[in-house]
Every structure is written in C-alpha cells, then in structure tokens.
C-alpha cells in the first residue's frame, strides 16, 4: 500500500506538469523551430496565441475562480473565525531558503496567519500544522516543523501544538489529521483551514477520513469586486496563467482522488 502512495505521489507531480498551460506553450514553440513541422506552423502559432489567451484572460479567470471557491465562513454576516477547541491548518503556505537559513511564504501566507491571532489569544486550545515535504527529490524542509519553531516564536506553547510532518498530499493531510485527533480523543469539530482554490478537494478528503469540521476558507483568488478594465479583458497576465494552472491542478487533483478512491 505505501509503494501504491508513492508511485500515486509521483505520477500526480509529473502529470500536474505535463498539463501545465506554460509547457504546452513553450512545446509549440519548441515545434515551430523543428523543420519537419514547417507546415504546420501557422496551426502551432494559432494554437499558442489560443492558449495564451484563454489562460491568460484575467476576466475569464476571475470569473471561474468565483464559481469555483466557496464563499468565505458566515456568522449573521460578519466574516468571523467559526468556534471550536481545535483548528487544523493544512500546509503549502511555505518555502527555505537553506543558504540564508530563513522560511520564507508563499502567496497562501494566509493560512498560517489568519488564524493566528484564535491561536495566541486562545480562542483555540489546540492547533494541528499538517504537511511534510511535498518534493519529489529534495526532502529538506517539512513545513510543519518549521511552522511550530515560529509559532513558538509567537509565544504560543508547544503542548498545544500538534504536527503532522508525514503527509505529502491533501489525502494523506487528512488521514495523520484523524490519526492526531484520535489520539487527543477529540471527537468534536475542527475548524479546517486551507485556500479556498483547494477546500472542495480538502472537504472531500478529510469528510473521507471521517474528521469533522467547519470549513474556513482563506487566499482568495477570484476578486468578487469585480473591478474590470479594458487591459484585463485584451492583454494576457501572467498572474491569470499562474492561476489557472493552480485551479486545472485542483481539478486534476479531484479526478484522480476519485478514480483512486481517495475521496
């Protein structure tokens, strides 16, 4: 069973880039330059420009992101932080730079900190950091480790600190999540925090894992603002193809949780 989660593991890093909007743009460009193909070029450079637009249309983006991301936790119309004895916060928020020994975050910083403020003040007794090294090669940095040195930096006490440094996937956060609650004996509902791009797949995993929770999600990438100029409409962002290749790896992630019986 380990070796079928390991080779699940690598497969789904290697087809995350196969399916990656840029790759396919550099491979017709690459194709272009092939004599063979000269014939075909004007296809390669129409179907390039095709990609480029669609993926890179910040409109269309924005507007996916907001069917797709479920809306922001709800309390008589405050957007408050829902109550519960424990939060668990799923990794990927995260990087190490080992040359300048410093941990550096990524745009989903997020997760980390909104609910740091429940956690100092200790509107949640317990936290579980859950996520370990997500590279294929390298196994250098576990973020959770990392994640409860600077809470501790915080001054938050370790005792109420729990990590999951194992799981290198969103299936496996949730499976060593349950083995952590059964451990404390906690039966009660957690608070599940993660990006908002990701909490469909997180819900149906640790729904799977038979944690229960209440979702919060954070790191929005649809703007509900809806603030539209001519530019987002006409010229490609780079940001909008970052994106939309974030949102097409949750998708992929989803279908092949499913046809593996993950979710």
């Avoid at 119309?77 to 941990?103: Q, T």
């Avoid at 957690?190 to 038979?210: D, P, Q, Y």
């Avoid at 790191?219 to 006409?234: P, Q, S």
Wanted: aromatic letters at 14%; one cysteine or more; proline letters at 3%.
């Amino acid at each position: 069973m380990h070796y079928f989660y390991s080779m699940f593991f690598v497969a789904s890093k290697i087809l995350s880039f196969l399916l990656k909007p840029l790759f396919w743009l550099v491979l017709l460009l690459v194709l272009l330059l092939i004599p063979r193909f000269a014939n075909k070029r004007r296809r390669f450079v129409l179907i390039a420009l095709g990609l480029l637009f669609v993926t890179g249309n910040s409109v269309l983006m924005n507007e996916v992101a907001l069917l797709w991301e479920p809306e922001p936790f709800n309390i008589q119309g405050n957007l408050e932080m829902p109550k519960a004895k424990v939060c668990v916060i799923l990794g990927g928020y995260s990087g190490f730079d080992h040359e300048r020994n410093r941990m550096g975050f990524s745009d989903a910083s997020e997760r980390f900190f909104t609910p740091l403020k429940g956690i100092i003040n200790q509107s949640f007794d317990t936290v579980i950091l859950t996520g370990g090294s997500a590279s294929v090669i390298s196994k250098k940095y576990y973020e959770s480790i990392y994640a409860k040195k600077l809470m501790r930096e915080f001054g938050i006490n370790e005792n109420r600190i729990f990590i999951d440094a194992k799981s290198r996937n969103t299936y496996e956060n949730a499976v060593e999540t349950k083995r952590i609650l059964d451990s404390l004996q906690i039966t009660d509902s957690v608070v599940l925090i993660t990006s908002a791009f990701h909490m469909n797949r997180s819900a149906a995993c640790f729904k799977k894992a038979g944690v229960k929770f209440i979702p919060y999600p954070v790191h929005y990438i649809g703007n509900a603002t809806r603030d539209y100029n001519l530019e987002a409409f006409l010229i490609p962002s780079a940001g909008a193809i970052n994106d939309f290749q974030t949102m097409f790896r949750e998708w992929i992630g989803i279908i092949s949780y499913k046809i593996t019986g993950k979710i």
